[in-house]
């Protein structure tokens, strides 16, 4: 870091200025979350480092990496019928997306740990304020990788070797926003590798359903976060941090609506190929009008609106589900 970075980022930051001027919350508490979290509130001290570091305080991630497997395990049910083996996919997959979103912040954390130190909104994280060692960071992401793992075997083989590929990305997606103005890409990617994997899961092959339905989930990635990235244009434009939020600026909005556009598409067409009914269909276009709502709703100078907008998505996400859920079961 230059040494006059945090001059240069506090006279042109007004929001960065308050809080790096600020101390560190004296209990550790991270600041971009809420006071009610569950960690903050019931887990003992000697815990929360950990359990900040995967980002368990704030759980719209799990949710967002949860809710695509959950869309699958639907989809599939609509053109396969339900079974028993139904009920522990959706446990499992629960259990997994708290696991694999943990550990996969925490190498996040890790590999952006000098980024973190330099901006307003995670400086308050575990390994920039110091609660957890980098190497610590390390050997608690993988205890969390190996607890996936274990959830991975139930799965069966086929899905097995889709989990392990997915890792190429998730290892790649904290430095692509080094190399390219997309990252969001990367971590629609990762972040919906689920809608593969638990289609292979239920299945046992790759059907054309599946595509759709993991296209459309990187399509709502771009949409949601693209306005998380929103709250830390600023600074990332002084360290030069590369992000959708940044290449869109003003065109933000026009940007949104596309992504909207083809999640309705790609949604559509999954529901279609799966031989979905009407219920599944209203379910994408209750996803899409939460979409559309957001996109009406935004201001991309207003972060705490941003992180509002974007911690709503595991209900946009949910709705879905319902109608897929209904059309399964009708």
């Known amino acids: 870091m230059k040494p006059d970075f945090r001059a240069r980022l506090c006279h042109t930051n007004p929001v960065s200025e308050r809080f790096h001027n600020s101390p560190l919350s004296p209990d550790g508490r991270v600041h971009d ?7 903050d509130r019931f887990c003992p001290p000697w815990s929360r480092p950990w359990l900040r570091l995967s980002r368990a305080d704030r759980p719209i991630g799990t949710w967002l990496l949860l809710i695509p497997c959950w869309w699958t395990i639907a989809l599939a049910s609509i053109r396969y019928g339900w079974t028993l083996w139904d009920l522990w996919l959706f446990v499992g997959c629960a259990i997994g997306a708290f696991l694999m979103r943990g550990a996969g912040c925490t190498w996040n954390d890790y590999t952006d740990r000098e980024f973190d130190a330099q901006v307003a909104r995670t ?5 920039p304020s110091g609660q957890v060692t980098p190497t610590g960071a ?11 793992f274990l959830i991975l075997l139930s799965f ?3 899905a097995i070797w889709w989990g392990v590929a997915s890792l190429a990305i998730v290892c790649i997606y904290p430095f692509a926003k080094r190399f390219t103005w997309w990252p969001q890409v990367f ?6 590798w689920g809608a593969l994997l638990v289609w292979v899961a239920k299945t046992g092959e790759i059907s054309v359903p599946a595509l759709f339905l993991y296209a459309a989930g990187i399509a709502w990635t771009l949409h949601y976060d693209t306005i998380y990235a929103h709250q830390d244009r600023e600074d990332d434009e002084l360290i030069g941090v590369r992000s959708t939020a940044r290449l869109f600026g003003e065109d933000t909005g026009r940007m949104l609506w596309l992504f909207t556009a083809l999640v309705a598409v790609l ?3 999954a529901v279609l190929t799966a031989f979905g009914g009407w219920l599944a269909l209203l379910g994408v276009a209750a996803l899409v009008g939460h979409m559309a709502w ?3 709703t935004l201001d991309i100078d207003d972060p705490e609106l941003c992180l509002m907008l974007f911690r709503s998505n595991n209900i946009a996400g949910l709705m879905l589900l319902v109608g897929l859920i209904a059309d399964s079961l009708l």
């Open 33 to 39: 979350a809420t006071r009610l979290n569950w960690v």
């Open 123 to 127: 400086r308050s994280r575990p390994i």
């Open 138 to 148: 390390l050997v608690w992401m993988c205890i969390q990788a190996l607890l996936a």
């Open 156 to 158: 069966g083989f086929p």
């Open 187 to 192: 971590l629609g990617l990762a972040f919906n």
């Open 267 to 269: 949604a559509g067409m």
């Open 294 to 296: 957001q996109t009406r």
